[in-house]
């Protein structure tokens, strides 16, 4: 007698096999993203480090910082003029002004203004800078995050309301 016995699987089989890789998937994919936004973050809170020390060295050529923003779609930098340092809108920004190694792959847009006093209002750029890093993408959690040449860090998102320095912002 010979069999005929086919070979292959069973479409229960199948099934098992597509609800078990579903599972890991529907585990995998936010530990993925969560992991890809802290790479990022990381790579925005270096940014920073840089700039500031960019920002000290040009505080200590010209006795004042420079405030400056940045077009978030085109990556141009534009001077803000300051009556304090005496330079306008025209001086050029001396600064990297995104995180990572170029402007269309970076995940944060720097800018920097002049810090407030505890009643909100401005302070002389001679005497304080505050540095703040734009997500390109959106990251809620955390929004900006902003460090000032006096030492203080905090960020803008849904933490950063109620724990400035919180792990995601500033571990």
């Known amino acids: 007698m010979t069999s005929t016995r086919q070979k292959g699987f069973t479409?229960?089989?199948?099934?098992?096999?597509?609800?078990?890789?579903?599972?890991?998937?529907?585990?995998?994919?936010?530990?993925?993203?969560?992991?890809?936004?802290?790479?990022?973050?990381?790579?925005?809170?270096?940014?920073?480090?840089?700039?500031?020390?960019?920002?000290?060295?040009?505080?200590?050529?010209?006795?004042?910082?420079l405030a400056f923003t940045t077009d978030a779609t085109t990556g141009t930098a534009t001077a803000t003029a300051s009556t304090d340092c005496g330079f306008t809108a025209a001086t050029a920004v001396p600064f990297k002004t995104f995180s990572g190694d170029n402007f269309t792959s970076a995940a944060y847009v720097l800018s920097a203004n002049a810090c407030t006093n505890t009643l909100g209002a401005p302070v002389s750029m001679k005497d304080c800078v505050q540095l703040v890093a734009t997500p390109k993408g959106t990251d809620s959690e955390v929004g900006n995050l902003r460090v000032t040449s006096t030492g203080g860090k905090d960020c803008t998102g849904t933490v950063g309301g109620t724990t400035p320095t919180s792990p995601l912002c500033w571990p």
């Open 11 to 65: 479409l229960i089989e199948v099934m098992i096999v597509v609800a078990i890789v579903g599972i890991l998937a529907a585990v995998a994919y936010p530990a993925y993203t969560k992991s890809l936004a802290k790479g990022k973050r990381a790579q925005g809170r270096t940014a920073l480090a840089e700039l500031l020390q960019q920002q000290e060295r040009f505080m200590t050529q010209r006795n004042c910082y």
